[in-house]
Every structure is written in C-alpha cells, then in structure tokens.
C-alpha cells in the first residue's frame, strides 16, 4: 500500500509538471503541449514506466480492497451508539471513499483524454502532432466539468493528506523528529498538489 | 489440642542456613519432572514466577487465576518500588542491615531465618528482572537508579516510575506465557479456586469453579502452591483490587492448615480519603511521595480554611515533629497511626474530615516541577482524575487504609503448610514481614517466594513422590469436596434473602475498621465477635443472590467471598484479642508506652500465632510457634 | 443526578444482545463509572433480576480488566482513562448513557459487558519476552541502559493490555498492543538480540488470531489509557521489515 501510494504520488509530481504547460501562452501552449504528449506516448522507456504505472494503480486499488474485507472481518457487530469517530480524522478512516472518487475519476479521466488520444481520431496540429490541447480546452469550457473535477481534486487531496505520512508509517519510520517532518511536508504535498491540480481547469474555464 | 510448632529451620550461622539448604535439598531428575504436575493457584508476582520457574525446570504446570488474564493479578498496582540490596549508593547498606531493618520493621514478630533469606535473595531478583527487560529507572549513565523508602536509612529501592508492581508482574506473566507457549502451563483464566482436596494427608488438587460457564472442575496434582495474594479486602474498604479474596487460603485452612497472625493488617498511611456512602475502593498513593511530600494538619480542630490560607507557623508536620529523624519516612504503622491520631482528634481535613495533608509545595520549590513530575508524574495525574485536584497547586488528602495481610497460611521454612504437599507462596503466606512490613518488601518477597525459594523446595518435597502417579480425579475424596463446594453454591442461591452479599461486607468492613483496624481494645474486639456472629448468622438466613449454579454469576461469586470473610473476621478478633501485647501493625490500646508506642512482650507473645480449624468459627485452636532470636536482641522500635 | 442508562445485554457468544433501558435517580457525582453500575447492579438483585456483568479488578486504572464502549467511546468520554478513573462529574443530570461491550470479532462476548480478551495473551505468548530463564542472569548493572532508553522503553511496557486499542480501531487492529511489546523489547539492549525472531513471531499471531490492519488513523493512542505513541507500531514494522530483510 505504501510503496504503491508513494510511486503514485511521485507520478501525480511530474503529471503535474506536464500539465503546467497549459497555463502557457496560447499558441506556444498547444505546441509546446502536443509535442510533450506525442514525445510521452512514443517514448519506449516512458511506455514501460506507463505499464508499470497501471499496474501500480491496480494494485494500489486491491491492497485497499483486501484490507477493507479484513477490517471488515475484523470488527464485530455494529454499535448502537457509535462515537468512535472523535479520536481521529475523517478523513483517516474514509481513504477507501476518497479513493474510490479518485478511480472513479480516473476512470473518466482515461476515457475523455487517455483513450481518444490513444486510439481516437484526433486532429493535428501544425507540427503533426495529436491536438489534445484542443481536447483539453474545450472540455475544460463546460461548468460541470470543472466541478467534476475539483470534487475529484479535493478528493485526491484528502487523500494524499492521510496517505503521504501514513506511507512512510507503514514502512517503519518511527523517529519522532523524522515524523514531524514527514507531517508536515505531507501536509504541504497534499496543498500544494491540490492548489496545482485545480488551477488548471479554473484557468482554462476563466481564460477562454 | 494446642501444640507447639516448628519450622524446620536448618542448621547453621544464620548466613549459612539457605546455602546449607541449598546444598543439601533432593533433586528430581529432568526425566521425572516432565511427569510431575503442580497446580499454582493465583498468577501474580509470587504465583507467576512460581509457576514459570517450576515449568522452566520441567514441571508440567497448570496455573489457575479469577480475572480473564495472568496479567491482571493485583501485584500489578504496587507502584512504589522493590527493595534489594545491591549498595550500589555506596551509603553502608549489606545483607545484614536489611535483614535487620526488615525485622526491625516487623516489630522482631518474624523468624530470623527467613527474613535472612528474603535479604539475601533480593540482589539477584534485580538480576532477573532486569534480564527479563524491566524498564528500572537509571542515572544517565545507565546505571541502575534507587530511592529511598519508609522506615530504613539507606537508599535501596529500585523502580519503574510508579508502576514497578506492574512492570515486574508483567515481567513474570511474560515468562508464564513463554512456558504456556512451550507447553509447560495450562492456563485456566477465569477460574476460582472452591476447595482444596487432601488425600491420604497430602494435598493433591483443588475443585475450581469456571466462571464463564458456573462448570465445577476437578484437577489433580502432585503438590499445590497456594498463591492468591492478601486479604485486606475483608475491610471493605482497602487498597486492594475487588476480587482479591481469601477464600483459597480459607478453605485450606477449613481443610487443616493453619493460619496464622490473621489480625495484623498493614494500614497504609497514603491512601485517597472515603467520599461517599457508596464508594467501592481506596485509591493507593504510593509511599514514595513521602520522600518528598510533607504531612500536616492544621493546628486548630476544625479549621475550615483552604491549605493555602493556613500560614506555616499555625500548621503541625506532626511526623516531623514526633519522629525526627524519620519525620515523614517513618514506617507505615507508625504513620497510619499518628494520622488516626490527628483526625480522632478533630484535625482531619476534607469534607469528611478523615484525611490529612501530604504536600509538596516545598519540594516543588526546592528541586522545581519537573522533577517531581518525573518522578510522580503518573500519580499527580491519577490523583487529578480521581479528585479532580491539581496536586502541584494545593496538597494532596490522604488518609489510612487496609493495605496488606502480614497474616496468611503459616508456612515453615520451605513454604509449605502442615499440610504436607500444600505450599503458600507471596502474600498468602505470613512469613517474612513480622508485625508490619516495610514498603517495597512486598513486589520482594513474592518474587523471592516464587524465583527462588518455591523452585528449591517444592522440588525438595516433590523428590520422594516419582513413584506416584497422577493424581486419580474420580476418587471418594474428589467426589466429596466437589460436593461440598456445589452444595454451598446451592445454599446461597436458595437462600433468596434480601441482602446482597456486598451489603454483607460493607457491613462486616466497617465492624472490623473499628473494632480491629488501627487501633484494637478488649472492649473492642469482644464487642466486633458478637456484631460478627450475629451477622454470620443473618448472612446463612437472609442473602440474596440471583441467578443460578451452573452460569455467570458474579453475585454468587462474591456470596463465596464473603461467607469465608465472615468466619475469617471473626478468628482476625480472637487473635487480636489474645494477643495482649502491641506490635507493629498490632496496636492494643491497652498496651503503650507512655507516649504513645507499641509496647512489645516478649517474655509472653514472642511467638507465631497458628489457629487450626476446629470445626466451628468460634473455637479455633491456637497453636504456638516459638520465635527465637539466636543472632539479634529484640529492641524497643525506635524511630525518634 | 438523574442518568438514564442504555446497557447492551447479552447471554452469551451465541445470542443475540439487545440494549435495555435502566434509570438511576441518585447517583453521585464523586461516584466512580463502575460505582453506578454498582448501584444499577444492586437495583436489579434487589428486583431478583440478573446484574448486569461487566469485568473489572484494581478500580485505580492499571490492571486493563474494565473497559466498555462508553457513548460510543472506547473507555468513555475521557481521553487516556480507563472506565474504572472516570467518574460521574463528567456527566450531567439527565444524561442519557449507552453503555456497550468493545464488538469485536476476535473478542466475542462473555456476557453482558464481558469480553474474552484471549487473544492479547496469545499475542505475547508469541514472543513478547525475553527468552531467558530463571537463575540466568547476569549482574544487574553489567547491562547499561541508557537514561533515554530507559524512559522510552517504560513508555512502551505501560500497556496495561485493556483492548481500548483494539476496540476504537475502525479496522479493529491490535497494531498498537503488538507494537508497544516489540518496541519496548527493541529499546533495550536485553531485548535487541532476539527482536527479529519476537517481531515475525507476535506479528505472525496477530494476523492468524484476525485482528485488522493498521491504517495509521491514530485513534488508539488517544483512547490508551497510558498514551502508548502509535510510533510505537511504525517501529514494529521496522522491525518486521528488517527481520524479513535479514531471512
């Protein structure tokens, strides 16, 4: 769970960069961009690191269906009056909600960007590359969208605020200085990738 | 018929006796001891070391205890600290002083050759526990630390912050659970103890009650050791936990063992005050916050003002005052008695004004907060949560109460009873502590009953018993004892009274604080046996107990409980009562010295007294085991 | 002060349990938690009715026997107190109390409140000891431990083994009773040499006895009644991980 987690958080890192590119100037934008995305899906190297990164997701995704059988294996009948709630955060005990948004959101996610650029039919641009800028941009136009994906965003959010600390738990850093520093750069990973994930949309929906 | 006692005590300089027995003590062989069972009932301090050590060396064990697990038994609240003598402050401690500190403490009422032992042992019980990995606190060089305690000059007690009863319990239960692991023990939680089943002369098992289900078991072995702690909760009131009982020793003793010096009760002088009608237990402090703390009271009756408004020169250190140079480490009769004092005399402190003040604002202010915090931290925040008082702001109440039976099963020089097979082995027992025990001897003796002295002689008695078989349950004498237990459960349940049983003991707590607690009197003692036969009696016709036999039952449970406590109750006032003498814990009132001492006589009581049942509750037959003093002169306890 | 009560009972393992109403009309607010029931107990065998079981013993918070889901809160509303230290100031006249046993799979219930909290023991039968028997040991002061090491390991040994942990886990883990052994056997120096085989060994029996899995929420240490940090149970899986690492 942690180490899948914590590759997924390095890749939510460089996804970002990527997408950081939308925020350019129109026209250099969509070059800059197209080009970027061509180079990343023909690149063999970044094909493997894309396999292993779906296959890091699914296993991410059963780690947390197996541990939420055993939890629920684990605890008895339910309690009447239940306020067990009060000594933690809630969203320390809700990640496998917050993390069945994210892959439902992920799910979406491949089939409005992933796929059509993958095996759609997608205009080029003017260097011959695939224009998923285009794609980007108009998606990015329709309200419902952009809250779609902030509910997404703030989603992943909560979950990287429980998940980065808890990774290196789970891998046994025990220290205490260690694990305040720990805390408190998850705290900022998980702000400052939440800040970065919902400009863009809000950018986009704002600017054009 | 009365009869003169012996302990079999060996030969020897009284340094040499335990190597001697050592020495010479029969062996049974690897091979033989897998064969050979041992019942151990109760799993604190004394019965888990026991237990384990026996398995270690073979045995096949089968442990019984009343809570749902080892780890609970009451030597877990001993908080203070253990005693042992390593001189490791270099300030002129040895074997010898300890011994003599410990008899001296004891009021010369205990034999020399086993209070010898105790000292002797102690050094290499701190080995054990700390290979065991007891988290002792140590100087910031990493050597062991140690803090001084009630009653003696030196500084040889050792600790774990306040919760060295627990640290060392959970280091034994550990070492029981690793044998129950390897297959050596049986663990039988959740089980109570009814009878103990004597074959031919020699103890061979024990009928339990399994308190989940009300099942009544046999279990047969090829020796008992009865460790199931003390019985200071016959007050009702006490520091002891709720199901600590004497009904193991009782029914032995009902079976031919003799108890002796059932009356001394240790009164622990730092426990928290009663507040109300319905409260169930004492709160312990431990002792050890009077190496800091200062006692007093005001010097008016009633003064009603908060302890802040109170200006030091209208305050009494009455300790400090009477004993100066033990003040407020004097021992723990001493202290309780000389509270009593104050709040008979209309000082006392607190709604109910039976408490006196322990303060540490002086200390506070000598070696800072954080000091006292670290080294009482956990009982400043327990005082607040039971009190709701912040105690490094105003002083703490405090107030006497039951704490330890010095009485028990009498045991000799082995630990075992008169009944040959039968061992009584910690608190159970009334061997070491003479008329009063000192604080931290007690996590001491039932570690050194159970590590080192129960393996020897246990194993001593058990060399000539590689021929017998195991112990046959079906036989005549199972069947009776099985019997009679059932059929006083029976009794209880169809007596549909309308008095609970706890009513019962409330009742018969309060005759004996009275009447045989602090401070006994003829007049006293003759008027508590009256209230407790009437009592008895009214406890056979009108106890209420719901529920049935075979079930949980915690009702019928403490019903058990309380009928031995009421039979016991009274032998604790005859023994009180033919005791003419005071000593240690013992105050007569009719004996004291001119200001106000126990006044000893040893040329008439230097003897242990042993009661053997006679059939009935009030004729008890006492028996006399001669204390002779070969290598110290007995002395007027001083703490002056 | 005048507390109604709602107090889950239950025959045994294998019926059903239900909650049932009780009023108190006199408690006390000096009274302890366990001194109502007390009262309540004595109410109902007065009324020829069974008591109402619960488990407890010392009543000053160090023996672990009590514990009961207090308003849905492990031990009550008091953070770091046992069931036996709260007392009835913390509630106010008229107050409505659920009182249930901890409901969890691998503490079936007794009776009532009582629980079988076996598991624990097994727990440290796994391996929570210093292998060494009685009549080994070296002189005391020829192991040094440091001041620090010291002080944490008795942080770590405090557990009093009431099942709190447990019970308050969404995932009714027993990671922080595990961890507070493991890491108080690693702290020391008489415990460092056996780790390896102590930590597969308790972890292993943890898992086979179904406990659940730690996700790192951290409501154990506040329910604990002696604060055990749950840095406790990274330092287990340090230790796990390394005992794998070494195999």
């Known amino acids: 769970m942690a180490l899948t987690g914590l590759f997924l958080s390095l890749f939510l890192v460089i996804h970002l960069l990527g997408n950081f590119q939308l925020l350019l100037p129109e026209e250099q934008a969509k070059e800059q961009y197209n080009l970027y995305s061509n180079l990343l899906s023909n690149n063999p190297i970044i094909k493997l690191i894309a396999y292993v990164l779906y296959a890091t997701i699914l296993l991410h995704t059963i780690d947390a269906i197996n541990l939420t059988i055993k939890a629920k294996k684990a605890n008895g009948l339910s309690y009447v009056k239940d306020n067990r709630n009060r000594a933690s955060k809630w969203y320390a005990r809700q990640m496998m909600l917050l993390g069945t948004v994210v892959f439902a959101f992920l799910v979406i996610h491949f089939k409005d960007f992933w796929y059509p650029y993958k095996f759609g039919e997608l205009p080029m641009d003017d260097n011959g590359n695939k224009d998923l800028y285009t794609l980007v941009m108009i998606s990015f136009q329709e309200l419902w969208y952009v809250i779609l994906y902030a509910v997404a965003i703030l989603g992943l959010g909560f979950h990287l605020l429980h998940g980065f600390f808890s990774a290196f738990r789970s891998l046994g850093v025990y220290h205490p200085k260690y694990n305040r520093i720990i805390k408190s750069v998850g705290v900022a990973f998980a702000v400052s990738m939440s800040i970065g994930y919902l400009i863009i949309p809000f950018y986009i929906y704002f600017n054009f | 018929m009365a009869k003169e006692i012996y302990a079999n005590i060996p030969e020897g300089d009284l340094k040499d006796k335990w190597s001697n027995y050592k020495a010479q003590a029969k062996l049974v062989s690897p091979n033989n001891r897998k064969k050979m069972e041992i019942i151990v009932v109760g799993t604190g301090l004394a019965g888990a070391s026991a237990a384990a050590s026996l398995a270690e060396m073979g045995y096949q064990i089968k442990a019984f205890c009343f809570q749902d697990s080892a780890r609970r038994a009451h030597s877990v609240a001993a908080q203070g600290g253990v005693n042992a003598m390593k001189n490791y402050q270099n300030d002129g401690d040895s074997v010898y002083r300890m011994f003599y500190d410990t008899l001296k403490g004891g009021d010369f009422r205990s034999r020399e050759a086993n209070t010898y032992r105790l000292a002797e042992c102690s050094a290499s019980l701190i080995d054990q526990a700390v290979a065991q990995g007891v988290p002792f606190g140590r100087e910031y060089s990493g050597y062991l630390k140690n803090r001084s305690f009630g009653g003696v000059q030196v500084s040889r007690t050792f600790y774990a912050r306040g919760q060295t009863g627990q640290q060392l319990l959970l280091g034994s239960y550990q070492a029981l659970m690793r044998q129950k692991e390897n297959g050596k023990v049986s663990m039988y939680t959740r089980h109570e103890m009814l009878e103990l089943v004597v074959v031919d002369g020699k103890a061979k098992g024990i009928i339990a009650r399994n308190l989940d289900t009300g099942k009544i078991e046999r279990h047969g072995a090829h020796a008992v050791v009865l460790a199931t702690g003390g019985f200071g909760k016959i007050y009702y009131l006490s520091t002891l936990a709720m199901g600590c009982n004497a009904s193991a020793i009782w029914r032995a003793h009902k079976k031919g063992s003799w108890m002796a010096n059932p009356s001394w009760t240790q009164i622990h002088p730092t426990s928290l005050p009663q507040s109300g009608p319905y409260q169930s237990k004492l709160t312990l402090m431990s002792e050890s916050l009077r190496n800091d703390g200062r006692i007093w009271v005001p010097k008016a009756q009633d003064d009603q003002r908060p302890p802040h408004e109170i200006p030091e020169e209208e305050r009494d250190y009455y300790l400090e005052r009477k004993y100066p140079s033990f003040g407020n480490l004097a021992p723990r009769d001493i202290a309780s008695r000389a509270a009593k004092e104050q709040i008979d005399a209309g000082k006392g402190v607190g709604a109910l004004k039976n408490a006196v003040y322990l303060d540490f604002k002086d200390a506070i202010k000598e070696c800072g907060k954080e000091t006292i915090a670290e080294r009482y931290g956990n009982l400043f925040s327990m005082y607040e949560k039971i009190t709701g008082i912040n105690a490094y702001k105003e002083p703490m109440k405090i107030s006497p109460s039951a704490h330890f039976s010095m009485g028990g099963l009498w045991v000799d020089y082995d630990l075992m009873t008169n009944i040959p097979g039968l061992f009584a082995i910690g608190e159970a027992n009334f061997s070491d502590h003479g008329a009063n025990r000192l604080g931290a001897n007690s996590l001491l003796q039932a570690c050194v009953d159970g590590y080192y002295i129960a393996p020897y002689t246990l ?73 407790i036969q009437q009592l008895r009696e009214e406890f056979k016709e009108n106890l209420l107990v719901p529920g049935d036999v075979e079930d949980i039952n915690s009702e019928l449970e403490k019903a058990g409980r309380v009928s031995d406590y009421m039979e016991l109750a ?53 028996n006399k085991e001669p204390l002779t003093f070969e290598f110290v002169q007995p002395t007027q306890r001083s703490y002056k | 002060m005048k507390i109604h009560l709602k107090i889950w009972r239950q025959k045994n393992q294998h019926t059903k349990g239900e909650m049932q109403d009780y009023t108190l009309t006199e408690v006390d607010e000096e009274m302890s938690f366990l001194e109502m029931l007390d009262m309540l107990n004595l109410e109902l065998a007065k009324k020829g009715e069974c008591p109402v079981e619960f488990d407890h013993d010392c009543r000053e918070g160090i023996c672990g026997q ?15 107190t046992t069931t036996c230290q709260l007392h009835m100031r913390s509630f106010k006249d008229g107050d409505t109390i659920y009182i249930e046993p901890f409901k969890v799979k691998s503490f079936p219930v007794i009776r009532d409140l009582k629980v079988d909290r076996s598991g624990l023991d097994e727990i440290i039968a796994a391996g929570g000891y210093v292998s060494v028997n009685t009549g ?28 709190a942990c447990v019970a308050t886990c969404k995932n009714a883990s027993a990671a922080l009773f595990t961890g507070a052994k493991i890491a108080q056997f690693a702290r020391l120096p008489q415990g460092k040499k056996e780790s390896a085989e102590r930590t597969l060994s308790m972890v292993e029996r943890m898992e086979e006895l179904s406990f659940g899995h730690c996700t790192n929420t951290e409501a154990c240490q506040v329910e604990c009644p002696q604060d055990i940090s749950v840095l406790t149970i990274a330092e287990m899986i340090y230790e796990y991980n390394k005992a794998k690492l070494k195999k």
């Not at chain 2, 009679?484 to 049983?501: D, M, R, W």
């Not at chain 2, 000893?600 to 037959?621: L, V, Y």
């Open chain 2, 570 to 622: 009274e032998l604790m006032c005859l023994d009180a009562l033919t005791r003419e003498e005071s000593c240690g814990a013992h105050f007569r009132k009719e004996f004291q010295t001119e200001d106000g001492e126990a006044l000893r006589n040893d040329e008439k009581f230097s003897f242990t007294s042993a009661w053997e049942w006679s059939g009935n509750p009030q004729n008890p037959i006492l």
């Open chain 3, 136 to 163: 080994q040991a070296p002189e005391a002061n020829s192991i040094l431990v440091s001041h620090e090491e010291a002080e944490s390991a008795f942080d770590a040994a405090a557990c009093i083994g009431c099942g």
């Open chain 2, 459 to 531: 194993q001593n008695y058990l060399s000539d018993q590689i021929q017998v078989a195991k112990t046959d349950v079906s036989t005549e004498e199972f069947y009776q004892a099985e019997k009679q237990a059932l059929q006083q459960l029976e009794e209880f349940v169809s007596c549909k009274g309308n008095k609970t049983s706890e009513e019962f003991h409330r009742e018969l707590g309060k005759i004996l604080y009275d009447k045989c607690g602090l401070s006994r009197s003829d007049e006293g003692l003759q008027e508590a046996i009256k209230k």
């Open chain 3, 66 to 80: 009590c514990g009961v889901m207090i308003n849905g809160i492990a031990h009550g509303p008091l953070k770091n």
